[in-house]
Structures are given as C-alpha cells and as structure tokens.
DNA sequence: CTTGGAATTGAACGCGCGTGCAGATACCAC
DNA sequence: GTGGTATCTGCACGCGCGTTCAATTCCAAG
C-alpha cells in the first residue's frame, strides 16, 4: 500500500488520511505522534513517508481537502430563488455538512496555527471564499428590501460562528434531532436579519 | 522569587502566569514548553516548579482563574431591571470582556482537551455555570413573554457561540469601534429573541 | 558580620519525537 | 520461475521534552 513511485504531489493513501484526520481531532495535531498514526493504519512509522512528505503537510492535505468539500457541495445545493431561501439553505446546509463532518471542522479551526505561513494563507483563502458564499447572499437581501442587517460582514461571521458553535454541543440521539435544530436556527437566523 | 516553603497550593506566581497564558495561546499548550517559559520568565527550568507542580497544573490554573474571572465580573455588573435590558447587559458584557481577555478566552475553548478528566469536570462546571446565567434570563423573558424563542438551552449556545465568535476576527483599530460591534450584535440578538 | 532558610541554577534522567535510509518483502508482468 | 519495482520494516540519528535534585546564591534578621 502506497503511492506510485516518487512523488507526493497526488493524494495522499486514503488509510493514512483517515486515522490522521480521527486522531489530530481528538488529540490535537502537537499531541499526535507519526507512530502513533502508524500504528493506527498497523504500518511503521517510516512508511507514511511513501505517503506525505511531512507531518506538517498531512494536516494541511487534510484542511485543504475538506474546505474544496465544503466549497463543492455548497456550490451543488440548490438554493431555491431569492434570498429568503438562498439562507435557508445555507443555514441548513452548514449545520448539516459540520455535524457530518464533525472532525474536520473541528480540526480546521483548530489547527490553523499549526500550519506554516504559505499553507495558512491558502487555506484562510478557501475559508474566506466560504464566508463569501453567505454574505453575497445578505447583500442580495439587502438590496432587495428582504433583508435588514447593520452591517452584512458583520451579520456573516455572526450566523457563522452562530451555525459552527452546533458542533461543539450536538449529539446523535440527543434531546433535539437535527432536524429540529436546523429549523430552530433557521427562525433564529431568519428573524435576525428579516426587514 | 518563589512562594513560601514547600507548599503548591496558593497563587501561581504572575510572572509565570502571564509568561504561560501568553504562549499558550500563541502556540498551544502541547507545543509549549516549560523551558519556553523559563526563558520568558528569564528563570531556568527547574524554577517553575516551585510555583507550579506541573505543566498541566499551569493550564489548570489559568483555566479556573479566567472562569472565576468571568463569572465575578458578570456578578457585578448591573443588570438593569427585566429579561430585556438583562439581556442587552449580557451581550455587552460578554462582547467586551472577551476582547479585553483575548487570550484567556482563546484558551479556554481551545486546551480544554489537555486537562485531565477531573480538571476538566471542573472547568466544565463553571462554563456551564455561567452559560446558566444568559438561559435564567432567556427562560424569564419567555415567561413574561418579552421573548420568543423555540428554545431556550438552544438560544443560549447560539448567542454564546455568536458573541464568542467576535474574537476571531475583532481587530482594535479596524473598520468598527467595539461600541459599533457591541449594538450591532446587540440589535441582533434582539431581533433573535424578541416575541 | 554571621547565619539560615528561601530562591534559583545547572546538570542530569529516561524518553519519545520527526525523519532518513539500507535492506527485506510482496506482488505483478513476462 | 524470474526479474524488477512498489511497498514496508527496523534501526538509527540528533534533539528537546517534563521533571528532579544537589549545590549554589541571595537576602533579611539577629
């Protein structure tokens, strides 16, 4: 198992990812040994070296990966028409894609101090276009009347951290199902923002 | 400079405090080391530990210092009289004394899962205490009907989740004052909640 | 000036770290 | 089978880690 000779530039092995992405979550990325990970696949820890060519470069794969997956699936939702419901999706939309991907959202801002200046800046970059998806939408609402905010940059990181804060407190078979919670922070939201 | 005779169970000494909870939360505890500290201190190794058992200990301390902290001060501040104007004081409060208390803050919702189980029950406990604190006035103005929310164990993390989220991206200096971002964050809470 | 305890140094301990690499092994085309 | 190449092991390297402790320095009280 591993990579077709030489190169790192294509994906790194699936397997390695995966116990990477599970142990940096729960340990944190300066807790986890490349052993360990090792041990996790039931490799040595020289052979993850077929398939990084350093820690440091495993964590930022894993970053960069899942913020191309939140870009590509949100650019794949249907949106409905207006802003009105262009929200409602991407309130729903975020919810859902955090809490089924709970590790690497965790991880991507958790760990951005780990990465080094160039990876920080490409990944800030993703995590901004993002950010950028959700305020177009304010301002779509803003000029069609739809919407009142003080201030759309303002609103976006609020009903952003607002959305992401679900993951540190929901749990599978809790006392609410994520349905109800999207639809609760959907009023929430909405009411925040409505004219 | 040290404490008196033997004992680890008084004040940590200021110097080694701030000197911690600096780099802590610029490099994350696990990547910190006591001899960093030292040097920031400008004292050897060894003279940490006579104001602190541990490493972790350290964290501890700052931890529990800062949610002491939080909830003394929110006891102080005047309230105003009813759920409405309780509210507005709590968006206030907690907007300003987690920009005044960046780093702390920061930490405190980033180490938790370098704590050991005890010590993070501990810390868990008063987080929850003062979470209690917004849910008692959410819970008062849904029974005056001041507000309407779906909710309110609900409201409660995502207002938390919010306000918190103003440290990630607040800059002194930048395009808002914080008496801005304060009533803006204000109007949106209370167009959130309002019946 | 002496003295005794508090404060601090500096060296040491065993350990695990990220990474590199020579050699062993597994696997596939012929 | 045989050859070759992709994959992986096992060990090594130098280093910094958290923590301990005997020895030293500092400083105030007598």
Redesign the pocket.
Known sequence: ??????SHSDIT?PRVRAAALRLFARDGF?A???????AEV???????????????A?LFDLLKAHMDDVLSHWAAEPKGSGPQEALEAFVRFHIRFSLTRAEAVFLSYMELRNLTADHFAKIEALRRAYEDQLEAILEEGQASGAFAVPDTKLATMAIIAMLTGVNTWYREGGRLSRDRVEQIYQDMVRSAVQA
Chains 1, 2 share one sequence.
């Open positions: 198992m591993a990579r077709k000779t030489g092995g300066a986890v040994s490349m052993r360990q990970i090792a039931g490799v040595q820890a020289g052979a993850l070296y077929l398939y990084t060519p350093d820690k440091q495993l």
